[in-house]
């Protein structure tokens, strides 16, 4: 059985065709710059040169339809027909209080997603689309919507309501929901695994460091806290967003400036940030880094001030918990972001964190799950690369076959201390080729690694 699954953005799209009865990657890439001129395909074959094509994509049906397209190529795809594919999974970032666990896509639930798009202005709406347009040319196969929301249903009641009116919750359910949920229940399952515990007796601080940033608190395995609330903007500083501020700020600002409620949105969620600190220079932290090592004032404030507010966080979180396991970075910048992961930790020897400043220098890797424990460290510090991809296979097939339940509920291939990634594993001995040292910070999984 193959199973596609896609993450539509607003001007992207993330693939991957998994083999289910194989458990193996037959493919999985990217098409950027949908929507906005100059799209092109990045695909990614396990044992084969990765390959760029460009194709213009006025909107994501013409970008699903280049990905079927790369897929059943002669030359570069790797299957033959797209009635191979059995199943379509999709990422959806917010599915309000409705969904605790993913769901079969119906009209209903469709419609669910739309009322809730004002809530996720830059995920939600690319979602439906990519659904939609996935649907009209994959019409006789099941679809599956996996909710970014559904983990951090298990939040306790005290967590995630505001000190708002109550009818504000009664009656436009204005609580928080949390984000990233998919990529937190993949890394709090594997952070079990490289404890040798039982994940349901964990407990983990997770930090997802991308574009868009937030924390978890994992206890006994379960959600009950995270930075991320009724949207996607309250927390951690972000590429583009403000994260936690003043909300008289806004109000202050929308009358000194004549500002409506939409135009203040698109500034918290699309000028603020990193991007904001800096001036409207950046966002991606690679520029920011450089910039900041050649002296530039405001990058460095922009790094100073994420991970400031990241310990924050970490150490809040770690008080939530009471006993803390491990604490893990993951996405793009927690995997390839040292000086992220070290500046948000400098400190907290104190708590019982210490890390290896070397090895955490070491890992830049996205293929392998890294220790960058320090010596006398009380608490375990990794870097695991997520693979929301998986997850959403997984609840794919598993609906399919009326096996699915909630997560305490139900247990995935990756649990297993023997899981394998064949494509990462691959990439991570090609890495090692190039730097040894790598070999050394990967982390053992007790029982299985000697």
């Known amino acids: ?155 306790p009641e005290h967590a995630f309501i505001y000190a708002l009116p109550r009818e504000w919750y009664e009656k436009y359910h204005i609580r928080r929901y949390g984000f990233h949920g998919t990529s937190f229940l993949y890394v709090a399952k594997r952070t079990a695994v490289l404890l040798g515990k039982n994940p349901f007796e964990t407990n983990v601080v997770i930090a997802h460091l991308g574009n868009g940033a937030s924390i978890d608190a994992v206890k006994n395995g379960i959600s009950v806290d995270t930075s991320m609330g009724f949207t996607p903007l309250e927390g951690l500083v972000m590429g583009t967003r403000a994260g ?6 806004d109000l202050y600002m929308m009358e000194r400036l004549g500002l409506s409620t939409k135009e203040m949105n ?102 392998a799950e890294t220790d960058i424990t320090g010596d006398g460290s009380k608490i375990k510090v990794f870097v695991i690369p997520t693979d929301e991809e998986l997850v959403m296979t997984e609840d794919t097939v598993a609906i399919m076959e009326g096996r699915y339940d909630v997560h305490t509920n139900f247990t995935y291939s990756f649990q297993s201390p023997h899981y394998k990634n064949l494509l990462r594993e691959e990439n991570f001995a090609k890495e090692v080729e190039k730097k040894p040292e790598l070999a050394e910070i990967k982390a053992k999984i007790p029982g299985v690694d000697f």
């Not at 299957?79 to 379509?88: G, L, N, Q, T, W």
């Not at 936690?244 to 700020?249: K, L, Q």
Request: aromatic content about 6%; proline content about 3%.
């Open 266 to 367: 698109d500034v918290l969620n699309k000028k603020s940030g990193v991007f904001g600190i800096t001036n409207g220079k950046y966002t991606d932290r690679r520029d920011v880094e450089v910039a900041a090592d050649e002296g530039d004032h405001l990058a460095q404030l922009a790094i100073a001030i994420e991970t400031y507010r990241l310990k924050k966080y970490i150490s809040s979180y770690m008080g939530v918990l009471g006993r803390v396991d491990a604490i893990v970075f993951t996405a793009g910048v927690g995997e390839m972001g040292p000086i992220f992961r070290e500046k948000a930790l400098d400190g907290l020897e104190n708590f019982g964190v210490v890390i290896d400043k070397r090895k955490n220098n070491i890992s830049l890797t996205r293929n």
């Open 1 to 155: 059985m193959d199973v596609l699954t896609l993450n539509c953005g607003s001007s992207s799209v993330k693939y991957q065709l998994y083999r289910w009865s194989e458990k193996r990657i037959l493919a999985k890439g990217i098409v950027e710059r949908v929507t906005i001129g100059g799209s092109f395909i990045k695909h990614e074959v396990p044992g084969r040169d990765s390959v760029k094509i460009q194709s213009e994509c006025p909107t994501h049906k013409e970008a699903i339809e280049l990905i079927l397209k790369t897929l059943t190529d002669p030359e570069i795809g790797v299957i033959s027909d797209v009635k191979e594919v059995k199943a379509v999974g999709h990422r959806v970032v917010h599915g309000g209080e409705k969904f605790n666990k993913s769901v079969l896509v119906t009209d209903e639930a469709l419609k669910t997603f739309e009322e809730l798009q004002d809530l996720a202005p830059l995920h939600n709406p690319p979602n439906i689309m990519g659904i939609r347009a996935a649907m009209s040319i994959l019409p006789d196969v099941p679809h599956v919507a996996v909710m970014d929301t559904a983990w951090h249903q298990t939040m």
């Open 244 to 249: 936690d501020h003043d909300a008289a700020i």
